[in-house]
């Protein structure tokens, strides 16, 4: 099992930045691929980046690329999202996960964090 525990969201306004941080504990870690989600109310839970358990790979969906950097660091066992410039149509729980292989379709993730909450306003 790998347990991963989300911190690092809160209430920011458009145009400022956040870094959310996911600690991983329990299986070695750095043999997983890494994703993050984010699902706003009322809709499904979308793909955001994803990054390969060597850190060579990423993946990040259109709305994002430019403004978002997905990054690991393996000896603390953290995966981190760097958000800039953000929308108030950013908002959304964001979720950490981790799967055995490089992927952007959530049903290939193993290990789900509990999410944390962004709220970006106008």
């Known amino acids: 099992q790998v347990q991963l525990v989300e911190s690092g969201g809160g209430l920011v306004q458009a145009g400022g930045s956040l870094t959310l941080s996911c600690r991983a504990s329990?299986?070695?870690?750095?043999?997983?691929?890494v994703g993050w989600f984010r699902q706003a109310p009322g809709k499904e839970r979308e793909f955001v980046a994803a990054l390969s358990w060597n850190g060579y790979s990423t993946r990040y969906v259109d709305s994002v690329q430019g403004r978002f950097t997905i990054s690991r660091n393996n000896a603390n066992n953290t995966v981190y999202l760097t958000m800039n410039s953000l929308k108030p149509e950013d908002t959304a729980v964001y979720y950490c996960?981790?799967?055995?292989?490089?992927?952007?379709?959530?049903?290939?993730?193993?290990?789900w964090g509990q999410g944390t909450q962004v709220t970006v306003s106008s």
């Open positions: 996960a981790a799967a055995t292989q490089f992927t952007t379709s959530p049903a290939r993730y193993n290990f």
């Open positions: 329990g299986r070695t870690f750095n043999n997983y691929g």
